[in-house]
């Protein structure tokens, strides 16, 4: 995928592998700057659901058997990127790593074996980041919420004609939420009606109605992935919502991951994940949503390249 940027890159870092270490999954971006048109080109993309913020609610720290997997699948992404010629790797960690108290000893083992540079960032870097890697790919014009749904928070961006007015990161994520309140499998309608009231009291105080009848765009997994579960000719409004939690209902994490083609511990958060997008429509209530890839790599890249991080 290409994107051409207004600001000028420094063409000298000709390729940056950036990493995003989220509550659930661990992945991985290469990108160069092409010579002749300057654009930001992405050629490689991994990605591996580890669970890095399992339990860390209950214990306020990230369990042993979740940092030797997440250092396992750091070692193979940064041996691939620089496979793929990387000459520099930066990356960053965000709700789980945020709130466990050997958060940044982790982070610097993971800079001493793998050469990544590793930091943790605020909720709202988090959210700006995001934006700045969703612009020239997602149409950003006129009202539009941008809800990056993560393992275990959520960024809100509310912008117009692609300026941002407001953002915020809270505290609930398809991770945590599913530790919280989904206890069956396949999950229970009032289980995900908790996700959904939980996530509702969590977002009540985000100024959401002033966006009513604009686009809700969900980033990252969430998005992707529930997009998957809907006829690609489909109306993407919000009673989409209602019937793909429904179905969500109806069918085990092992059976929806063999369905829409994804890993089965990424399946066990996806509902909760989901109900989190319905409560921001519940909040906002667009006249349609839409799905993206999280920005937040890109974003990153284009940082980097620009000399920011």
């Known amino acids: 995928m290409t994107v051409i940027v207004k600001s000028e890159l420094d063409r000298s870092e000709k390729i940056i592998a950036a990493f995003d270490l989220g509550s659930n999954s661990i992945k991985m971006t290469v990108a160069r700057i092409d010579e002749k048109s300057g654009s930001l080109e992405e050629f490689l993309w991994r990605s591996e659901t580890v ?3 399992m339990g860390v609610d209950q214990t306020g720290e990230l369990a042993s058997d979740r940092i030797k997997a997440a250092l396992a699948v750091l070692m193979q992404f940064s041996d691939e990127a620089r496979k793929a010629g990387a000459t520099r790797l930066v990356g960053v960690a965000t709700e789980a790593t945020r709130i466990a108290s050997n958060g940044q000893q982790f982070l610097q083992t993971v800079t001493n074996q793998c050469g990544v540079e590793l930091n943790t960032i605020s909720g709202d870097r988090e959210a700006s980041l995001t934006f700045l890697g969703l612009q020239g ?17 959520t960024e809100l961006v509310i912008a117009r004609d692609e300026l ?43 100024p959401l109605s002033g966006s009513t009848g604009g686009r809700l765009i969900v980033v990252g997994g969430t998005g992707e992935y529930m997009s998957r579960l809907l006829p690609a000719d489909s109306p993407r409004t919000p009673v989409e919502f209602e019937d793909i939690l429904q179905r969500m209902t109806m069918m085990s994490s092992r059976e929806l991951a063999t369905l829409i083609e994804i890993p089965e511990a990424r399946a066990r958060v996806l509902p909760a994940g989901v109900a989190i997008a319905a409560a921001v429509a519940d909040a906002m209530v667009p006249t ?22």
């Open 51 to 53: 669970r890095l913020g």
């Open 137 to 153: 790919v997602v149409e950003l014009s006129g009202n539009v919420v941008v809800a990056d749904i993560g393992g275990g928070s």
């Open 164 to 206: 941002v007015t407001w953002s915020r990161s809270y505290p609930v994520g398809s991770g945590r939420l599913t530790e919280l309140h989904v206890h069956s499998d396949p999950p229970l309608q009032e289980e995900l009606t908790d996700c959904r009231v939980t996530a509702s009291a969590v977002i009540q105080m985000a």
């Open 288 to 309: 349609n949503f839409e799905a993206a890839q999280s920005g937040i790599r890109r974003g990153l890249l284009l940082a980097a390249f620009a000399g920011e991080v």
